[in-house]
């Protein structure tokens, strides 16, 4: 699939892709000109009696095996689906405003920012979510983390001043150069290897893993 931002054209497939911008008004015209399907934490309003019924809402033909997946691991069970909106805790209204969007999917899917507000333990049950949707659809991830973003990605896509760069992640936060040149946020592991090859000149590979990066270190320190 082909998409365009700054007028550049994209080449993407099934996979994570992460977006690191400079301005509000490029996810607001991606979301635009593909219809994207948009999941953050804010929109928690539903017009549904249960949540079945709001899944329903979104899409007569729910699918429903890819919706009881991601229930699995949200360590929710079936009855999930009959319990009535109005008893929900705000940590379950976020997991039905996740599972409603997620009937809706056709081939493209956008997490905006969706990490903010959650532990440590919802981070992990999403990025597992985003790791099982990425098999069958396309998906872009926002945060406010660069690190998250780097953790997970597969590529990446960054922007500044109508500059658009598109590679894989690893490549695209190797180039620590560009990224200070380009005023934007690095990664604190991506930084952390950049400074001890510029300034101690220590040989270091750029690792997405702390652990390979000290094995780096007591190899060649």
Do not use: C, W
């Amino acid at each position: 699939m082909e998409i365009r931002i700054n007028n550049k054209k994209l080449d993407i497939n099934n996979s994570i892709i992460s977006i690191q911008y400079d301005d509000e008004k490029i996810i607001n015209k991606l979301i635009d000109d593909y219809n994207l399907v948009v999941i953050n934490n804010n929109d928690l309003f539903f017009l549904g009696d249960t949540v079945l019924d709001e899944i329903s809402l979104y899409n007569s033909y729910p699918e429903l095996d890819i919706v009881n997946n991601i229930m699995n691991i949200l360590d929710l069970n079936s009855t999930f689906l009959d319990k009535k909106i109005v008893n929900l805790s705000t940590t379950e209204k976020i997991y039905l405003n996740l599972l409603r969007n997620i009937s809706k999917i056709k081939d493209i899917v956008l997490f905006n920012n969706i990490f903010l507000g959650l532990d440590l333990n919802n981070q992990k049950k999403y990025i597992k979510i985003i790791n099982y949707l990425k098999e069958n659809y396309k998906v872009l991830v926002t945060s406010n983390d660069v690190n998250v973003l780097y953790k997970i990605a597969d590529y990446s896509i960054i922007t500044s001043k109508r500059t658009v760069r598109f590679d894989d992640t690893d490549k695209i936060y190797s180039n620590v150069k560009e990224l200070i040149k380009m005023n934007l946020e690095i990664p604190d592991l991506s930084y952390i290897t950049y400074k001890a090859k510029e300034e101690k000149n220590i040989k270091l590979f750029y690792s997405k893993d702390v652990r390979d990066i000290i094995k780096d270190i007591y190899k060649h320190v």
